[in-house]
Every structure is written in C-alpha cells, then in structure tokens.
C-alpha cells in the first residue's frame, strides 16, 4: 500500500494532499478485480528414483528433476508419492526435526514412508538402503538350532549376525531361551537390510556366553530394497523481470502480478481518483478500463492491463500448467 500511495502521488504531483483519496481508491480497485481469479502460479510434477544410502534429493540441482528449471521458481511442494508396483502410495510431510529425531543414529534403512522439504531439499525417511537385487530385510527364519550354554530367560533386541562372508546387517531378535540353556524361540524385532535367503543367522553377546545357535533366513522383503520411484508435485512461480538470453525491451516472461498486475491495480485507482476526486476527463480517458469503442477510441491503461493477463491466463490454461493465485 505504502509503495502504491508514493507511486500514484508522484505520478499525479499531488505532493501527498489526497494520499487518503488514493489509499481508498487502491482499495476500490482491488475490490473491483477480487473476484477475478487471475492465474500466475505454475505446477511441475516429476518423478525420480532414489540412491541407495542417499536421504536428501536436492530439486534445483539434482539430475533427477530435470522438469524444475530454476531455485526462483519452486516455492511449494504439493505432494510426493512413491510407487512400489501397481500400487502408488502418499508420502506424508512432516516437520523437518522429525526427521532429523529420527535419524540421528544414522543406521534406519528402507522404504521411505514420509518425507519434508527444507531449504530447497527433499528429505525422505527411512533411508533407502544399498541392497542389491535378491537381498533385503529379513521377514521370515527357518528351524532353529538350539545351541547350547546359553542362561535361561528372555531377551529384548538381540543383535543378530549372519555366519560367513554375507553382507546382512542390522537384524534384530528377541530370543527366549529355555532351562535347558537352548535358544527356544525367536522372533524379528528388526528385519535389517541386505540378506538374501539362505543366509545362516547366529546371535552374539547373550549374557553367560553359550555357543550352537544357528537360523536359516527363508524369506526377505524384496519391495524394501529399492531403488524406489518417487513423484513429486509442486508450485513454481515466475518472477520477474526475468528475461531470456537475448532478449531486449520490456519484460519478456515473468509473474504477471508485479507487471501486468500491479499496472492494473494503479491505472484502475488512477481512474477512480480522476473521476471522483480530480474530475479529470482526460486522466480518466487515459486510465480507462471501458474498451475503445466506448472510451473515444483511446486505449486506456487499466484496459491494455486487464487484457494482457487475460491473454497470459489464457496462454497457461491451454498449457493445462495452472492453479489460481487469489488476492
């Protein structure tokens, strides 16, 4: 408001004597245009594959989003999906410390299920893990192998490790052993990531010590693994000026609102004080919003305003890359 009350007083020479006319007729103005839904705001959707062990996807400089065309532009993330064949499935947002909560201890890996976006950056959760095809988290472990030595009770969290070369990490059970001192049971408090079926599972660092056990791992997750497809939908708006390489004269591309727009804004509140205030038959020709016909042939601004965010409206209709931006 501030800045269209010194632009119209300067361009008026009033020397800030009706500056409260000017204010009420800016006011006008934009009550006149407010039901109008003028469209300034482009969407993008693109898709992109996540990396395994890689949390953050930057949109401005990341090759996968090659339908983001600059870091002015992106302003809202409207949603992100992840497909996991057929079915597609919504990532919710959360708050950026969330996520950082949730991976402070940098070992949770697998399908990510939620996500935030903060400066300029995607962060998914959990971490995409670095399996490779045929390994994933642990869903299912055969007969068991007792061992022997092992104190009785019932243990929570029990890390698990798989004998030999293989690269399984981070399982998890919880192990029941009997009076016996035999591991009698367990069960998958975490399926860690990287095994394959067939891996031969034994458990370490029971209190008492004990030796034997053994599990044989007959079935992994395979959608857990990844790489996963995301999509991403969003806003981007022009700003402008902003011009092609090349280009010369007026504002070639742009947000509409900070040229056409606010030109409207001002030569509608222009008209108002020429007729209301000035009584100022040549100003109000001038700033005219009638058409040509009805206004003596004479183009006014308010008009040539009006009509070129039409013609931009309609230009991004026909694109079907629109939503509305209201006053």
């Known amino acids: 408001m501030g800045f269209m009350l010194d632009r119209i007083d300067d361009e008026l020479k009033r020397q800030h004597t009706i500056d409260d006319r000017i204010q009420i007729a800016v006011c006008d103005a934009i009550d006149i245009y407010a039901q109008e839904r003028f469209r300034f705001n482009e969407t993008f959707t693109t898709t992109f594959l996540t990396t395994g062990g890689q949390q953050n996807y930057n949109i401005f400089s990341d090759i996968n989003f090659p339908a983001v065309q600059g870091p002015i532009q992106v302003y809202h993330i409207d949603f992100l999906t992840i497909t996991i064949p057929p079915a597609v499935f919504d990532m919710p947002r959360v708050q950026p410390e969330e996520i950082l909560i949730l991976t402070q201890t940098g070992t949770q890996m697998g399908q990510p299920y939620i996500y ?170 001038l700033m005219s919003p009638f058409a040509p016909e009805y206004n003596g042939g004479m183009v006014g601004a308010t008009y040539d305003a009006y009509e070129a965010i039409q013609a931009q409206a309609n230009r991004m209709n026909s694109m079907g890359r629109i939503r509305p931006m209201l006053f």
Do not use: C
């Not at 903060?118 to 995409?128: Q, R, S």
């Not at 497809?229 to 708006?237: E, F, I, N, P």
């Open 116 to 285: 935030s976006f903060m400066n300029e950056n995607i962060m998914i959760y959990p971490v995409p893990p670095t399996g490779t095809p045929g390994t994933g988290p642990v869903t299912q472990l055969g007969l068991l192998v007792g061992g022997t030595g092992y104190t009785p009770g019932v243990y929570a969290a029990v890390p698990a490790v798989e004998a030999g070369a293989g690269s399984g990490t981070g399982l998890v059970l919880n192990v029941t052993v009997n009076s016996f001192g035999q591991v009698q049971a367990t069960t998958i408090a975490n399926g860690g990531f990287n095994f394959k079926v067939g891996d031969v599972i034994t458990t370490f660092l029971l209190p008492g010590g004990g030796s034997g056990f053994q599990q044989t791992v007959t079935a992994i997750s395979t959608t857990g693994q990844g790489p996963f497809l995301m999509t991403v939908g969003g806003h981007v708006h022009l700003a402008a000026p902003m011009q092609p390489v090349g280009a010369s004269g007026a504002d070639v591309i742009g947000n509409r609102w900070f040229t056409d727009g606010e030109k409207l804004i001002r030569s509608r509140a222009k008209f108002e004080l020429a007729i209301n205030v000035l009584r100022d038959p040549d100003l109000a020709r």
